[in-house]
């Protein structure tokens, strides 16, 4: 089966870095899309960032300029680089994994989820 794992998550200090990593598990498709979510308190989730099996990002305005996605040397892995974190960053940082149909920056119809790691900037 599917499984997502996300690690690199923790506390940092404003205009501070942190990187995620995402590891997927179970695919059989050669051209995996991989997306970032959010979700702060008492908002909805939003897509931040996503990166298809070539390599290619595609980010949100709010972040562009300061997080930056990008794929490991497998088509498992998926890393998102925050530079620059603000305290309005902060969130539930997800994982997310989708057969390649459409644009993977279009964020629809994400179906596997890793469990989240938490993003605090003070």
């Known amino acids: 089966h599917v499984q997502l794992v996300e690690s690199g998550g923790g506390s940092v200090q404003t205009g501070g870095s942190l990187r995620l990593s995402c590891t997927v598990s179970?695919?059989?498709?050669?051209?995996?899309?991989m997306a970032w979510f959010r979700q702060a308190p008492g908002k909805e989730r939003e897509a931040v960032a996503a990166?298809?099996?070539?390599?290619?990002?595609t980010h949100r305005p709010s972040v562009k300029g300061r997080f930056t996605a990008s794929k490991g040397n497998t088509k498992n892995d998926a890393y998102l680089q925050m530079n620059n974190l603000q305290p309005e960053d902060t969130a539930v940082y997800y994982c997310?994994?989708?057969?390649?149909?459409?644009?993977?920056?279009?964020?629809?119809?994400?179906?596997?989820w890793g469990q989240g790691t938490q993003v605090t900037v003070s």
């Open positions: 997310a994994y989708r057969r390649w149909s459409t644009a993977c920056g279009d964020f629809k119809d994400y179906a596997y």
């Open positions: 990166i298809n099996s070539a390599g290619s990002p």
């Open positions: 179970g695919i059989t498709d050669s051209t995996p899309c």
